[in-house]
T-cell receptor, first 116, second 116 residues
């Protein structure tokens, strides 16, 4: 079975500090990987996605993620946190590449708090 | 224009009632989904429709019945509501055919269902 593990349900950083949100996946073949952000009382918004074109993926709002096959990881980073980054972040895996199932498996989310 | 819209945004109802949530997407996508987000913010897929055909049907009680009148709409009808059905329900859409399956899913704003 596919699984996505997000280490740390809560991460707190000071404004201007590095943001690191961890995501590990289990998949028999390299999957498609996504990071979504959810602001309070809103739907999910795509931050970035990995589709095998490049291992370092840049997304919106200054976020980026690196796919490391050997570590089965897809950690999300941002060099300098901003107050507006405070939200819930979800890592998602689509293991069935090329099929029409479209099934996404989500991690349990990481709540990012940014202190002034 | 809103890409994926859901109505209602909030739904409060009594146990045993029947209710429906509507979803519409104006992105021209061929696949639509329903996800359930529980109180701990865990997201899990419930159903997926591709060109009005049911593709994914996770282990969901028969009380939940999706209906797709056309490619742009996917409604969720719930019979005999129970306390455990309280959650946020998200609709999503993506373009699957002809894309290799890497296209992201676009999410609606969610419907918060509270069963009393």
């Amino acid at each position: 079975a596919q699984s996505v593990t997000q280490l740390g349900s809560h991460v707190s950083v000071s404004e201007g500090a590095l943001v690191l949100l961890r995501c590990n996946y289990s998949s028999s073949v390299p999957p498609y990987l996504f990071w979504y952000v959810q602001y309070p009382n809103q739907g999910l918004q795509l931050l970035l996605k990995y589709t095998s074109a490049a291992t370092l993926v840049k997304g919106i709002n200054g976020f980026e993620a690196e796919f490391k096959k050997s570590e089965t990881s897809f950690h999300l980073t941002k060099p300098s946190a901003h107050m507006s980054d405070a939200a819930e972040y979800f890592c998602a895996v689509r293991p069935d590449r090329g099929s029409t199932l479209g099934r996404l498996y989500f991690g349990r989310g990481t709540q990012l708090t940014v202190w002034p | 224009d809103t890409a994926v819209s859901q109505t209602p945004k909030y739904l409060v109802t009594q146990m045993g009632n029947d209710k429906s949530i509507k979803c519409e997407q104006n992105l021209g996508h061929d696949t639509m989904y329903w996800y359930k987000q529980d109180s701990k913010k865990f997201l899990k897929i419930m159903f997926s429709y591709n060109n009005k055909e049911l593709i994914i049907n996770e282990t969901v009680p028969n009380r939940f019945s999706p209906k797709s009148p056309d490619k742009a709409h996917l409604n969720l009808h719930i019979n005999s509501l129970e306390l455990g059905d309280s959650a946020v329900y998200f609709c999503a859409s993506s373009q699957e055919l002809g894309t290799g399956g890497y296209n992201e899913q676009f999410f609606g704003p969610g419907t918060r269902l509270t069963v009393l």
